[in-house]
């Protein structure tokens, strides 16, 4: 079974028999005389409607209404046909359906659903599956109400229900959560002191001096 997408010519048999009716009509409105076209428009009234229709007609109104005339005629001419030969027409052919129950009957599926990797298939039938397996023997055993209902529940099935609650799970308290001790840092060994020079007993000689050795020697450590 294969499908193609192109559509048959035959369902454009009515859409090309509404455009033969509107050409022809076309035809007989460009080669009417002008005082039949006239008289046609003047009895339908169209110069009341629209301007370009009032006589005298030229060549503009003519084709305007050759337009007009071939379309709608080509409409209504199709409509009518596919009304009563169309698919599902008054006057169509009809195909005979194939029953459900024949064997080779298959499925009507559109053509937007169709697919030539997968044709459509004849429905399972339930007698094609054979008779259903036995039923399972159930080994639960069905047991009467008790006469006294005001019992508990656990008397009547004790592995269901206990006779005495569970003790509910108690919340343990929160506990703190452990700091570590902070460690006191390593002190560092930073060696013994310099002692520090007494300027009390120097003089100011001294102090001169000493002040011309220290600007020498930065003098020496800019210039190198």
């Not at 010519?9 to 509107?22: D, E, P, S, T």
């Not at 000689?205 to 020498?216: P, Q, V």
């Amino acid at each position: 079974m294969t499908f193609t997408a192109t559509p048959s010519y035959r369902r454009f048999g009515l859409a090309w028999i509404g455009g033969a009716v509107g050409l022809l009509l076309v035809l007989l409105v460009m080669i009417a005389p002008d005082w039949r076209l006239e008289s046609l428009v003047a009895s339908l009234s169209l110069g009341d409607i629209l301007a370009a229709a009032r006589p005298p007609l030229g060549l503009k109104a003519r084709l305007l209404l050759a337009l007009v005339a071939g379309v709608g005629a080509g409409a209504v001419t199709w409509a009518t046909a596919y009304l009563l030969w169309g698919q599902g027409g008054l006057l169509a052919r009809r195909t005979k359906l194939a029953r459900e129950d024949d064997e080779d009957y298959v499925p009507v599926v559109r053509r937007s659903d169709r697919h030539p990797d997968a044709p459509p298939r004849r429905p399972l039938n339930a007698a094609e599956l054979g008779a259903p397996p036995p039923p399972l023997e159930d080994d639960t055993v069905e047991r009467t109400l008790p006469a006294d209902l005001d019992q508990p529940l656990s008397a009547y099935d004790p592995d269901a229900i206990l006779s005495v609650p569970r003790e509910p799970v108690r919340p343990t308290p929160p506990q703190p959560m452990p700091i570590p001790p902070m460690r006191e840092p390593a002190p560092e060994n930073k060696g013994a002191a310099l002692p520090l020079p007494d300027r009390q007993e120097e003089s100011i000689e001294a102090l001169l001096a000493r002040l011309e050795r220290e600007t020498a020697l930065r003098k020496s450590k800019r210039s190198s």
